[in-house]
């Protein structure tokens, strides 16, 4: 990739935990000199947000997938334009929760959409920004639904909670089958049982990216 900084992608089901260990690594990679630029998908700017709001309403359970879909490469659009591509030229290190693989998992695998087509247009959404390391955090698809729910209960669950178990059991397979199609960059890493292993392990397959991790 032509930017500066390096570009590491966390992925995973539901209640896997990728933003407690974003917030883990990004406190220890500040710690070792580096500027850490945190953002999220869909989100991340004043219109991706916007757009999170309408992807996770539950009440538009009738969403077609193709509609979802193009909503999701909107917002990407948006955010690698307005800031990760910055920060990638500006030398930062982005860790970034979700990015295109969750596209292939959720709407490909997930929806049953054309995985060509989402190629397609994950590749027009992101240009030069390819990640240089992605975290596939793995965790049994029912076990993470009530981890995610946890907290508000399944009643208020969001858009994308709400899918269904067999929904979510294929976009837990679609990881697996990517992480399998491309294991250089997808590290594949099962939550382990206490919050400081699955932090280990992640670090270990991030220590030749940066010096001292």
């Known amino acids: 990739m032509s930017a500066k900084g390096t570009f590491i992608?966390?992925?995973?089901?539901?209640?896997?935990?990728?933003?407690?260990?974003?917030?883990?690594?990004?406190?220890?990679?500040?710690?070792?000199?580096?500027?850490?630029?945190?953002?999220?998908?869909?989100?991340?700017?004043a219109s991706g947000e916007r757009i999170r709001e309408i992807l996770l309403d539950p009440s538009l359970s009738d969403m077609e997938p193709l509609t979802e879909l193009l909503l999701y490469e909107a917002a990407r659009a948006q955010i690698v334009t307005e800031v990760i591509a910055p920060a990638l030229q500006d030398g930062q290190v982005v860790l970034c929760d979700r990015f295109i693989d969750s596209t292939v998992a959720y709407q490909g695998f997930g929806r049953g959409l054309?995985?060509?087509?989402?190629?397609?247009?994950?590749?027009?959404?992101?240009?030069?920004?390819?990640?240089?390391?992605?975290?596939?955090?793995?965790?049994?698809?029912?076990?993470?639904?009530?981890?995610?729910?946890?907290?508000?209960?399944?009643?208020?669950?969001?858009?994308?909670?709400?899918?269904?178990?067999?929904?979510?059991?294929?976009?837990?397979?679609?990881?697996?089958?990517?992480?399998?199609?491309?294991p250089q960059r997808i590290r594949l890493i099962?939550?382990?049982?206490?919050?400081?292993?699955?932090q280990e392990a992640i670090r270990a397959q991030l220590a030749d990216l940066f010096e001292g991790l």
């Open 9 to 45: 992608t966390f992925e995973g089901g539901e209640g896997c935990g990728k933003s407690t260990h974003i917030k883990l690594l990004a406190s220890r990679l500040e710690e070792l000199g580096y500027t850490v630029c945190q953002v999220r998908e869909p989100g991340g700017t």
């Open 190 to 198: 099962q939550t382990a049982s206490s919050r400081e292993k699955t």
């Open 114 to 182: 054309d995985i060509a087509l989402i190629e397609q247009l994950n590749a027009a959404t992101i240009g030069d920004c390819v990640p240089d390391r992605t975290i596939l955090l793995q965790l049994d698809a029912q076990a993470g639904l009530q981890r995610a729910t946890e907290q508000t209960g399944a009643a208020h669950a969001d858009r994308i909670e709400a899918a269904g178990a067999d929904f979510h059991e294929r976009v837990h397979d679609g990881f697996d089958t990517l992480a399998a199609q491309d």
